[in-house]
């Protein structure tokens, strides 16, 4: 009878995948530039099949709790695109609903003559972007509250009109820039926990999204 480990999960790390794949291929892995290879070939092929479609074994729910006057929310981390969305009511009694919402193109987002109009979302645009993570000498202009929805900086003209900025361990979303002041800001994004008496230098901003987020922008007409 043979002899088994007891083990039924375990995750290969590259080096292990790329080896296997030499051995099946009847070759042997010598050299970190096969290893270096086979990653860029991996990195090309992944990309390959995000731009084809959703892999349809990394699909799973999840969901995204919404928060009065907020337009735009990041993805979790771990997504590449929504296929069904809907509205939840009343999500932790009996009678809650699920009502559905439409999923809408760039260019008719763009006509939606007032973005922050709030009411029962009806519409959903996602605003899938690179991931890039810029840095910046940006300063706070001040010391901000946990509680603070307008946020003042040291100079705002590098920065998107709407997006996501890092303060310490905080992602923060903000919807307006007026002046060197982020408006209509969105506190502890992500899973973060909104920061009291922040007076930080030096921190990161996003042009629309932060790390390998994406942006969710829910309208109402």
């Known amino acids: 009878m043979a002899i088994t480990s007891g083990a039924t999960t375990f995750n290969l790390d590259l080096a292990e995948l790329v080896e296997e794949a030499f051995e099946r291929a009847g070759s042997e892995l010598r050299t970190g530039y096969n290893l270096r290879t086979a990653r860029r070939s991996l990195n090309i092929m992944f990309a390959d099949w995000a731009n084809r479609g959703i892999n349809l074994w990394t699909i799973e729910q999840g969901q995204i709790v919404m928060n009065t006057g907020q337009a735009i929310y990041p993805y979790p981390t771990d997504t590449i695109d929504l296929l069904d969305q809907v509205i939840r009511t009343q999500a932790n009694g009996l009678n809650?609903?699920?009502?559905?919402?439409?999923?809408?193109?760039?260019?008719?987002?763009?006509?939606?003559?007032?973005?922050?109009?709030?009411?029962?979302?009806?519409?959903?645009?996602?605003?899938?972007?690179?991931?890039?993570?810029?840095?910046?000498?940006?300063?706070?202009?001040?010391?901000?509250?946990?509680?603070?929805?307008?946020?003042?900086?040291?100079?705002?003209?590098?920065?998107?009109?709407?997006?996501?900025?890092?303060?310490?361990?905080?992602?923060?979303?903000?919807?307006?820039?007026?002046?060197?002041?982020?408006?209509?800001?969105?506190r502890g994004q992500n899973g973060t926990t909104a920061a009291g008496g922040c007076s930080i230098l030096m921190r990161s901003a996003v042009s629309g999204t932060l790390g390998n987020l994406d942006c969710v922008s829910v309208g109402v007409i």
């Open 96 to 186: 809650q609903t699920d009502i559905n919402i439409t999923r809408i193109s760039e260019s008719t987002y763009s006509t939606i003559p007032n973005k922050l109009a709030q009411g029962r979302p009806i519409q959903v645009w996602v605003n899938r972007q690179t991931g890039a993570t810029n840095s910046t000498d940006i300063t706070l202009d001040g010391t901000i509250l946990s509680t603070d929805t307008t946020i003042t900086v040291s100079n705002a003209s590098g920065l998107a009109s709407a997006g996501f900025i890092n303060i310490g361990s905080e992602t923060i979303v903000y919807q307006n820039v007026d002046g060197n002041q982020l408006l209509n800001c969105a």
